[in-house]
């Protein structure tokens, strides 16, 4: 069965130093995502992404968040000083269609550890 | 208001037994709406999506009232493999993100 797949796993970063989380997507999917999740919190939305630019983005997504699809086949998520407060484990998710029943996929995570 | 609304538990059942899980979202213009269940550290993993019909998948059984804003999750005979948390999750209309509740753990004691 198609999977999203994300690396690193585990990415420990300085507070201020830039990181990227990559992701893969499911291979036909046409819509991607980002969410993140906070130690014993809730799955928070992100930024989703098609046609090469965000469709969407929450309030959290501010200057510092960008998304990008380089390739055909991945899709990251740069993160351009890092706080404490990132530190979360950051799923990457796809769906095929934009309907609201359909889908999403999500990647293993990777935890990002803010120091 | 939150958006979506669980209860957190912990839920600490006997293995065979019926568990059910309540939850509540405060936008009427949702239109879809799912069950995702999560292990621990790990992805959420889709369980099933709710219809307004209700629907059924093995010993899985969602609802949804659309009236009252609620979706219930009924799991019947449990298994130890059913620990996990249970995510009540929904999607609004013209809206793509998925907005997540805070869950509501579930542990199946032998």
């Known amino acids: 069965e198609p999977e999203v797949t994300q690396t690193p796993s585990h990415q420990v970063t300085q507070m201020g130093q830039e990181v990227i989380l990559r992701c893969v997507p499911i291979?036909?999917?046409?819509?991607f995502y980002w969410y993140r999740q906070i130690l014993g919190q809730k799955v928070e939305f992100l930024v989703s992404f098609y046609n090469n630019e965000i469709s969407e983005k929450s309030e959290i997504f501010d200057d510092q968040f960008s998304v990008e699809r380089p390739d055909g086949s991945n899709f990251t998520l740069k993160i351009r000083s890092t706080k404490l407060e990132d530190s979360a484990m950051y799923f990457c998710?796809?769906?095929?269609?934009?309907?609201?029943?359909?889908?999403?996929?999500f990647g293993p995570g990777t935890r990002l550890t803010v120091l | 208001r939150k958006e979506v609304e669980q209860d957190p538990g912990p839920f600490n059942v006997p293995e065979g037994a019926t568990v059910a899980f309540n939850c509540t979202y405060s936008?009427?213009?949702?239109?879809?709406f799912f069950w995702y269940r999560q292990d621990c550290r790990k992805e959420p993993k889709l369980l099933m999506s709710v219809y307004s019909s209700g629907n059924e998948d093995g010993r899985f059984t969602a609802q949804l009232n659309r009236a009252s804003q609620y979706i219930s999750l009924l799991i019947r005979d449990s298994k130890l493999s059913d620990s996990a948390t249970y995510l009540c999750?929904?999607?609004?209309?013209?809206?793509?993100?998925?907005?997540f509740g805070t869950g509501t753990r579930l542990t199946i004691i032998p």
């Open positions: 999750v929904v999607n609004g209309f013209g809206n793509e993100k998925l907005t």
């Open positions: 291979s036909n999917h046409l819509y």
């Open positions: 998710a796809s769906r095929l269609q934009a309907l609201s029943t359909d889908t999403q996929y």
């Open positions: 936008n009427s213009a949702s239109q879809s």
